[in-house]
């Protein structure tokens, strides 16, 4: 369980990266934007994880929402290939493409949409990490 609430935490940093990069003047980023609304500050995401905080469960749900690629509780599978591509170093589409069908399949087993985007995000960190895909920050 410790390793689920770690590769929240990663995914959460991902997103950010890629957020950040974004023009400030368009005002915060869905990161940003849903940590604000759940009440989480950025420094205590880490210290949340290991409590295993509820509200933590949701964030990345609201950041798929806010970028497009959760819409009426369906993940697009093609917004999320795209982002991938667009936003990950060294990623080509055959690569995403794999990447998002195994973790899509993997996904089919939650519960509820939080559960499904973190299932995403934990595969997908197992996909990076299997593959040899570093983030850079």
């Not at 949701?58 to 690629?69: D, P, T, W």
């Given at each position: 369980m410790k390793f689920y609430y770690f590769a929240l935490c990663f995914l959460a940093v991902i997103v950010y990266s890629h957020a950040k990069d974004k023009d400030s003047s368009e005002g915060p980023n869905s990161y940003e934007e849903c940590l604000a609304e759940s009440g989480i500050k950025e420094e205590d995401i880490e210290k949340l994880a290991n409590a295993k905080v509820p509200k933590l469960r949701?964030?990345?749900?609201?950041?798929?929402?806010?970028?497009?690629?959760l819409t009426d509780k369906k993940i697009d599978l093609e917004a999320l290939k795209e982002s991938m591509i667009e936003d990950i170093e060294g990623i080509d589409?055959?690569?995403?493409?794999e990447i998002v069908e195994i973790c899509t399949n993997y996904a089919k087993t939650a519960k509820d949409i939080c559960d499904e985007t973190n299932?995403?995000?934990i595969c997908t960190k197992e996909?990076?990490?299997e593959r040899n895909i570093k983030i850079k920050m």
């Open positions: 949701c964030l990345m749900a609201c950041v798929f929402e806010k970028e497009g690629i589409e055959k690569t995403a493409t299932i995403i995000g996909q990076f990490d």
